[in-house]
């Protein structure tokens, strides 16, 4: 099967991105990854020296089908090259197409990547593809051995059942690995053990399961050390070693995450009761971010977060962009020291994009105020660092109990709100009048016996004429010790996104947006306050973001 090349990337700002989006915006670079089709990353890996990224690609539309594994490499998670897709649909054991999955580094440094393959009777199968040529530094070419299937959906549902993970070794001898399913209504992570890698046998039970969850789609297992940032290989052992276990809910079109313990003896995960499991879990991510995967660098000792910001648009708005989902910035995520949750913070390297600087220091914002971010920087294109602190909590709104839900409350209780303590953030991709902006913010409320934050990144307000898109006010809670009466926010603005990362990584927020006054050279950023007790920008760094050699 002959395929063209990838021709779509351009030079932008920061990952992989694409270009054709000009006609909702007139924009022409974006920071992310493009995708037709989706823009599901799979099987990510670090290997001799550079990063792979697959992912599931339309080459005919930007639409969903013909899926293939597409593949892009970079030595720096920041500058990437277009390569022929690595597997597509060509054998019986996947003629109907070639999902998600994961890869492995296998003893002896081989790679080989577990996939889902669908046959002629729209079976979900488990295969595996191998490099052709280990001295090719890029790994072009993938094989598809004859052995495969590894794993016919025998006593599952045929058609919920997908998404190999990573496997992982054990010191019994046997290599594991998940699948996603369900039956009825329960989420399931079925285990499969193998002692050669090739004959896998399904456990008696899950590794885990929920009821009431629908399909686990993309699970990813892995474990985090109980301190520090460094990641662990998924095949580490040690003494402390805390769990985590990510699904994505094909129903919500959410993920969550638990952390927890892994009893191997058993084959058992078992969240920490600090966990909710089910829908209402923690997310790696607030907002527009599916089918997540991580995997390990060993060459930097890190576990890097790899997520899809998916779209929501209609089938003719995806084909009129060009695109229907772009990658989100590679995080590295480690085990916050309270034990109950991840912290997430964008790769070091893509620090390397950073140039003109505009710097805020000790700036009072009483209610109401505003002060745009220096002029001299790129505000459709930067980087953003910002400590606020406040005097006191004193004028904190009261909390109710009954407001469990981040994005309704977040609906209701808006930028423009007045609040105590807080709203108080950014207005990123500004118009100069403020018609349109994406306000990403906080809000602090009083119960009983603490403080609740409520972080929100808000596309109500971000785009005047695009109509029909789908605009929510996304929000999470960020579980922060207030003692010392400041708030921390990290913004990557790129045109028509927003990630955003809040007390340090640990709630974090993607916006799609699509303003069509605030582009380019009439985009602005403000920081504003709209509670009624004074806080400070301690200090504020905003970066131009150049851009990284896309397909040179
Ligand atoms: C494998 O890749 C190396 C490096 O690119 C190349 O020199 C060699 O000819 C390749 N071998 C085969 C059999 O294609
Ligand atoms: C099997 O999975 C399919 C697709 O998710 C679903 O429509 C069907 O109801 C499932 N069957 C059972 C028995 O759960
Ligand atoms: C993973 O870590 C273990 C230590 O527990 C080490 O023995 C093993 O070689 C590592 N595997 C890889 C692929 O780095
Ligand atoms: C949660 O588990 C810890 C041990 O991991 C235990 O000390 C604590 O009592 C448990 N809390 C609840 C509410 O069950
Ligand atoms: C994208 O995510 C939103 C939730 O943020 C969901 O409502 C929507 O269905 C998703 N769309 C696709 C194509 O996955
Ligand atoms: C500040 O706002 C809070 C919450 O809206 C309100 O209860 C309080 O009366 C306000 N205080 C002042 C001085 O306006």
């Given at each position: 099967?002959?395929?063209?090349?990838?021709?779509?990337?351009?030079?932008?700002?920061?990952?992989?991105?694409?270009?054709?989006?000009?006609?909702?915006?007139?924009?022409?670079?974006?920071?992310?990854?493009?995708?037709?089709?989706?823009?599901?990353?799979?099987?990510?890996?670090?290997?001799?020296?550079?990063?792979?990224?697959?992912?599931?690609?339309?080459?005919?539309?930007?639409?969903?089908?013909?899926?293939?594994?597409?593949?892009?490499?970079?030595?720096?998670?920041?500058?990437?090259?277009?390569?022929?897709?690595?597997?597509?649909?060509?054998?019986?054991?996947?003629?109907?197409?070639?999902?998600?999955?994961?890869?492995?580094?296998?003893?002896?440094?081989?790679?080989?990547?577990?996939?889902?393959?669908?046959?002629?009777?729209?079976?979900?199968?488990?295969?595996?593809?191998?490099?052709?040529?280990?001295?090719?530094?890029?790994?072009?070419?993938?094989?598809?051995?004859?052995?495969?299937?590894?794993?016919?959906?025998?006593?599952?549902?045929?058609?919920?059942?997908?998404?190999?993970?990573?496997?992982?070794?054990?010191?019994?001898?046997?290599?594991?690995?998940?699948?996603?399913?369900?039956?009825?209504?329960?989420?399931?992570?079925?285990?499969?053990?193998?002692?050669?890698?090739?004959?896998?046998?399904?456990?008696?039970?899950?590794?885990?399961?929920?009821?009431?969850?629908?399909?686990?789609?993309?699970?990813?297992?892995?474990?985090?050390?109980?301190?520090?940032?460094?990641?662990?290989?998924?095949?580490?052992?040690?003494?402390?070693?805390?769990?985590?276990?990510?699904?994505?809910?094909?129903?919500?079109?959410?993920?969550?995450?638990?952390?927890?313990?892994?009893?191997?003896?058993?084959?058992?995960?078992?969240?920490?009761?600090?966990?909710?499991?089910?829908?209402?879990?923690?997310?790696?991510?607030?907002?527009?971010?599916?089918?997540?995967?991580?995997?390990?660098?060993?060459?930097?000792?890190?576990?890097?977060?790899?997520?899809?910001?998916?779209?929501?648009?209609?089938?003719?708005?995806?084909?009129?962009?060009?695109?229907?989902?772009?990658?989100?910035?590679?995080?590295?995520?480690?085990?916050?020291?309270?034990?109950?949750?991840?912290?997430?913070?964008?790769?070091?390297?893509?620090?390397?994009?950073?140039?003109?600087?505009?710097?805020?220091?000790?700036?009072?914002?009483?209610?109401?105020?505003?002060?745009?971010?220096?002029?001299?920087?790129?505000?459709?294109?930067?980087?953003?660092?910002?400590?606020?602190?406040?005097?006191?909590?004193?004028?904190a709104e009261p909390f109710d109990p009954s407001w469990?839900?981040?994005?309704?409350l977040?609906?209701?209780?808006?930028?423009?709100?007045?609040?105590?303590?807080?709203?108080?953030?950014?207005?990123?991709?500004?118009?100069?009048?403020?018609?349109?902006?994406?306000?990403?913010?906080?809000r602090i409320f009083k119960a009983p016996?603490k403080h609740v934050v409520l972080?929100?990144?808000?596309?109500?307000?971000?785009?005047?004429?695009?109509?029909?898109?789908?605009?929510?006010?996304?929000?999470?809670?960020?579980?922060?010790?207030?003692?010392?009466?400041?708030?921390?926010?990290?913004?990557?603005?790129?045109?028509?996104?927003?990630?955003?990362?809040?007390?340090?990584?640990?709630?974090?927020?993607?916006?799609?947006?699509?303003?069509?006054?605030?582009?380019?050279?009439?985009?602005?950023?403000?920081?504003?306050?709209?509670?009624?007790?004074?806080?400070?920008?301690?200090?504020?760094?905003?970066?131009?973001?150049?851009?990284?050699?896309?397909?040179?």
């Amino acid at each position: 099967m002959a395929l063209k090349p990838l021709t779509w990337f351009i030079q932008s700002f920061n990952l992989l991105l694409l270009l054709q989006s000009n006609k909702l915006t007139g924009l022409d670079s974006i920071f992310n990854l493009p995708s037709t089709g989706s823009m599901v990353q799979t099987g990510p890996m670090y290997y001799n020296g550079i990063y792979h990224l697959f992912y599931q690609y339309n080459p005919k539309g930007a639409v969903w089908g013909n899926i293939v594994w597409a593949h892009s490499v970079s030595r720096d998670m920041v500058n990437w090259q277009a390569l022929e897709p690595a597997i597509y649909p060509s054998k019986p054991f996947d003629i109907k197409g070639c999902w998600s999955g994961s890869a492995t580094i296998m003893p002896g440094n081989k790679p080989i990547i577990l996939y889902t393959g669908i046959d002629s009777k729209e079976r979900q199968l488990q295969n595996y593809a191998v490099p052709k040529n280990l001295s090719d530094p890029y790994l072009r070419e993938w094989i598809k051995p004859d052995n495969n299937p590894l794993v016919f959906p025998n006593g599952v549902n045929a058609s919920a059942f997908r998404d190999p993970t990573t496997a992982w070794w054990e010191d019994d001898g046997h290599w594991r690995m998940l699948v996603g399913s369900r039956r009825k209504h329960r989420g399931i992570a079925y285990l499969y053990r193998s002692r050669d890698f090739m004959k896998w046998t399904k456990a008696k039970h899950p590794i885990h399961s929920k009821e009431k969850t629908g399909m686990w789609e993309c699970p990813d297992f892995f474990p985090v050390s109980p301190s520090g940032k460094n990641g662990l290989n998924t095949s580490y052992s040690g003494p402390n070693m805390k769990y985590v276990l990510k699904v994505s809910l094909d129903e919500t079109r959410h993920e969550y995450y638990t952390v927890g313990s892994y009893f191997n003896d058993k084959d058992r995960y078992v969240p920490d009761n600090t966990s909710v499991d089910g829908w209402a879990g923690l997310r790696y991510d607030y907002g527009n971010f599916y089918a997540s995967k991580t995997f390990f660098d060993a060459s930097r000792n890190r576990r890097i977060l790899w997520g899809w910001a998916n779209e929501s648009d209609s089938k003719e708005d995806d084909i009129r962009k060009g695109w229907a989902g772009i990658q989100t910035i590679p995080r590295s995520l480690w085990l916050d020291p309270n034990g109950k949750q991840l912290l997430q913070w964008p790769i070091q390297e893509l620090e390397t994009l950073r140039g003109k600087n505009a710097e805020i220091s000790n700036k009072v914002l009483k209610s109401g105020e505003n002060v745009e971010v220096g002029t001299g920087i790129t505000a459709a294109q930067a980087d953003v660092e910002v400590t606020f602190s406040f005097p006191s909590l004193d004028k904190a709104e009261p909390f109710d109990p009954s407001w469990v839900d981040a994005e309704k409350l977040c609906g209701q209780k808006g930028s423009t709100v007045k609040g105590g303590v807080g709203p108080f953030g950014l207005l990123t991709l500004a118009s100069e009048k403020l018609e349109e902006y994406t306000p990403v913010f906080f809000r602090i409320f009083k119960a009983p016996n603490k403080h609740v934050v409520l972080m929100c990144s808000d596309a109500t307000r971000s785009s005047l004429k695009a109509t029909g898109l789908y605009k929510p006010s996304f929000a999470g809670f960020v579980d922060v010790d207030l003692a010392d009466k400041k708030l921390s926010l990290r913004s990557l603005i790129d045109h028509s996104v927003v990630e955003s990362f809040g007390a340090g990584g640990k709630t974090c927020i993607t916006s799609r947006v699509y303003p069509t006054l605030a582009i380019f050279n009439n985009a602005h950023l403000f920081a504003f306050n709209n509670g009624n007790e004074t806080v400070t920008i301690d200090k504020l760094s905003a970066w131009s973001m150049n851009k990284p050699q896309m397909n040179a």
